[in-house]
């Protein structure tokens, strides 16, 4: 049998730059970088006024040319949650990286120290956070391996965090002592230098009621302050409290706690933080992240479109079909991997047609970037605007 | 600022081959190629004693070499759900290729109609579904222009099948009279040939119970049966009928009307399928896949590892923590992103300690893969095998 010989057109090839927002392929990840655009400066105006650090979650966008963008507009840098993550934004070109995480695995934490000391050899800075002895020891020796294979390079330190759980109820020691042993331990090793407290507290960040968010995370400063006070007691300096998110980083920012805010999906915005009762001290974000998706399928009763929970995070529910002016809305339901199932809201809507394109904005927008290689930047809207760039998802698949 | 120049290492070096399962990094998704090779064996000889094709379902595994080997076993072809897809197939060397869905984009079908010159070119075949008289004539289209393109060339044709929505609720016209009408419009273009009917009822996968799947696809069979006595009484003969999946396939199977099982899951089950009561007459399939975690973090009523959902798909369900014999079992809960939480399943159960290894039985294969971009091989056992060889999922991401 004779095999082919002409190479497939690829699946990444969903857009060029100059062409209309009509010609991207089905299904793709979009980014309004308008709106992208206005939520970055607002960001950076809020950490402004509040004087506040802002260190962008990269793990939203997994994208060094995004992380860029944010320390050009006045991110200190970026934190990320995987040591993989950390390899892509440096190889990217990301100089100031916070693992916002625990990594345990020895040959996790010999990458580690081998970015570290690279970073340091460039002027740049890697962070982790820490919350076992165990933990901390496996920093060191792998800290101290590091620089016994650069024995005439420069003394390299990492900046630990020691993490504590603030309702989060996953990694982190209770506040309290327990964090002030762990400030102790990081003390004893030269590589290691204590840099102060993660606290994040993600589930408030989803707590749909405004005042319900403040409760939640005026709890979450009384335990950063009495951790500080106990670490401060001993004599050890907290030089940074960092966490926070998008949907309680007024309150964090308001604390004068916080030193730095971690929040990321600002960015883009989501279906769910959509759902959350606005705080007034909150900016305006928009959305700016969406699934360009195309009719396939019509019958009477519903018409079907391209993308299913392959384009697409469900974790936080399906997406909202965007509504430009005047138009009747419409039900997004589970067709599962790769189709969706859209249903008229309302008694008059009528089915969009065979062909017809269509906006969904992610439950989750995390997750959804993740199953992406490319983001297919446009200015000029939705409707008539044209391509300006393709971004590439660089810590795409980066789970380790 | 000097800029790292030393390139990091790659989160797709997961494992080599030769190392022991304990050296492979977390998470990763890892196949357990034992259980998959008596999977396919169990497989290819059910098709063979109830004497039908099966054509598995490439959605699911989404690699080329797992293809190749189940044509290896005896499978026809592939299925795939996506143009991007199919060509992710043919550049890996799968010469008979049928996308069981709806393409209607003219720049889609361009491609599709190129894939089926370059397949018929190399005694290869491509088919695909249609289920609107638009969606007949765009493909006619598009195959007159491909061959417009090879004026010298042998004429090229594409099988065409007439999907008949049995109970999905999703894609398909209504069985009977509407697929007469478009038997009769495929047969109208020289370039299209009626190949038959697909007919899948994927939530009768899902049910539980094996009365309750049996009665679902009895109503099935009894709709394609109509369907193709209509056809056939107009003088056109209904070569095939192709559907079936995992859970439902021994009903199809024994119906005597399907010609073909798509069936896909078999290969890796998952814990979702785990949970249907068996079937008598259904072969006894493993679980061959799993993610490889880590515990990362430790407390008092928990442990966290290492896997969280963008390591694996949560539409189905969160993963079963897989137990070796004689283990007490573990409870996985959503951690977000990036983390799982683990608690004791029983009052006696101690917590894994921190740097513990686990394996997790993801609850959905299909979108799980589709979250690596490779899957490590292992003979052995999970305990002590060793990797025997790296899987690339080639049409991961293939969403077009």
């Known amino acids: 049998m004779k095999l082919p010989t002409k190479t497939p057109v690829s699946e990444s090839l969903l857009a060029l730059v100059g062409q209309s927002v009509q010609a991207i392929d089905t299904p793709a990840l979009v980014i309004d970088l308008d709106a992208m655009t206005r939520n970055l400066a607002r960001m950076a105006d809020f950490a402004r006024k509040h004087d506040v650090r802002w260190r962008a979650h990269a793990k939203m966008h997994k994208s060094s040319a995004i992380a860029r963008l944010q320390m050009q507009a006045g991110a200190v840098g970026v934190c990320v949650q995987k040591t993989s993550e950390a390899e892509a934004m440096v190889a990217g070109g990301v100089t100031d990286v916070y693992i916002s995480n625990e990594v345990i695995a020895p040959h996790k934490l010999a990458r580690v120290a081998g970015l570290a000391h690279m970073l340091a050899a460039g002027n740049g800075k890697l962070s982790i956070a820490v919350d076992s002895i165990e933990g901390v020891t496996r920093l060191a020796t792998a800290m101290n391996d590091a620089q016994g294979q650069h024995p005439k390079g420069p003394i390299a330190t990492i900046d630990v965090f020691v993490e504590i759980d603030v ?143 392959k384009s697409h995070a469900i974790d936080s529910g399906l997406p909202r079909v965007h509504t430009f002016d005047s138009e009747a809305a419409l039900e997004y339901s589970n067709g599962g991997d790769e189709h969706g199932i859209l249903r008229a809201a309302g008694a008059n809507t009528r089915l969009p047609a065979l062909g017809r394109f269509l906006w969904l904005i992610p439950g989750h927008c995390d997750p959804t970037v993740n199953l992406h290689d490319v983001m297919i930047g446009v200015t000029g809207g939705l409707r008539s605007g044209t391509v300006e760039r393709i971004i590439r998802v660089d810590a795409r698949g980066a789970l380790t």
């Open 167 to 309: 309702g989060q109820g996953r990694c982190g020691v209770t506040p309290g002592e327990a964090a002030v042993v762990l400030a102790h331990e990081i003390r004893k090793h030269p590589a290691l230098r204590f840099a102060g407290l993660q606290a994040y507290h993600g589930k408030a960040q989803h707590l749909r009621g405004a005042r319900e968010r403040r409760d939640a995370i005026a709890v979450v400063v009384d335990d950063v302050v009495h951790t500080r006070k106990l670490i401060e007691a001993e004599g050890i300096p907290v030089e940074l409290v960092t966490g926070a998110g998008t949907g309680s980083m007024v309150c964090e920012a308001a604390s004068g706690v916080y030193g730095e805010l971690q929040s990321g999906s600002f960015l883009f915005m989501d279906a769910d933080y959509a759902q959350n009762e606005g705080d007034p001290a909150q900016p305006n974000f928009e959305h700016a992240l969406f699934v360009k998706t195309q009719v396939m399928s019509t019958c009477a009763t519903h018409a079907v479109c391209d993308a299913g929970h």
